[in-house]
């Protein structure tokens, strides 16, 4: 009876997180290169069958618990403004971002809709500068175009080109913020993987609205369930400890 109450009250816990995870996907549904989260779980008995090399165990008690936040790294669609300062990417490499604070780092993202700071440097918000593979872009207040491989041109000649970083549509990536990753793994483009940089739009979040909606209500109704089992559990735990004091007064 006490394991049923402590899986139901686990089981509660891991939905509500699941809730929290639903929740911030829909938030950002129109947050320009967000990627949708998702609880990954696992089992303590798949793990024990892992470390002895998958040898049958005794006993069917399977202990759930969430392992990680896993990002959704799947391309989504262009939404095209005609703006030159937005910039989207067809392949799975990202537009790398020069934060600007006391102690700078590089972070990948897919969020390109930029503008120029007051210096003249083309910005991702406060986010941070954008990379080329000459570091911060410097465009000053010339027009420009960006060719399909990332090369920045204007009336004079190549400006930079695009610092652009590899992510495997599979690998683990470390969210920094909304909108930007931290990749750890090996960055170069594989042979044979194609891109293309399309100016002029941006690529839009890749949350799917009705099937965060649809899990969202299949959450809840084993968040509920598990809420009545756990009174249950209570009721027969308080009737059991009537009975036992009962039968002591006898």
Do not use: C
Not at 181 to 199: K, S
Not at 238 to 246: F, V
């Amino acid at each position: 009876m006490l394991r049923g109450f402590y899986n139901a009250a686990q089981a509660m816990i891991h939905q509500q997180r699941e809730l929290d995870s639903i929740s911030n996907n829909v938030m950002n549904i129109n947050t320009a290169g967000y990627r949708r989260d998702r609880i990954v779980k696992n089992t303590f008995m798949e793990e024990l069958i892992l470390v002895r090399g998958r040898t049958r165990l005794s006993g069917t008690f399977h202990q759930t618990y969430v392992e990680n936040n896993r990002v959704n790294l799947e391309q989504s669609n262009f939404e095209f403004t005609g703006s030159r300062f937005d910039m989207a990417i067809w392949g799975d490499v990202y537009f790398n971002i020069r934060t600007m604070n006391e102690t700078p780092n590089v972070y990948q993202t897919r969020n390109g809709q930029f503008e120029l700071d007051g210096e003249g440097y083309l910005v991702l918000g406060k986010a941070g500068r954008v990379q080329g593979q000459g570091g911060d872009i410097y465009i000053g207040h010339d027009d420009f175009v960006v060719d399909p491989d990332g090369t920045i041109r204007n009336d004079d000649g190549v400006i930079d080109v695009l610092l652009l970083t590899y992510t495997p549509p599979d690998a683990d990536v470390r969210k920094i913020n909304d909108t930007l990753f931290r990749y750890d793994g090996d960055e170069a483009l594989p042979a044979g993987e194609t891109f293309d940089v399309i100016q002029g739009g941006f690529e839009k979040s890749n949350v799917d609205a009705n099937r965060e909606m649809t899990r969202a209500m299949e959450v809840q109704r084993l968040y509920e369930a598990n809420s009545q089992i756990l009174k249950y559990i209570d009721t027969m735990n308080q009737r059991s400890t009537s009975l036992a004091k009962s039968g002591q007064a006898i």
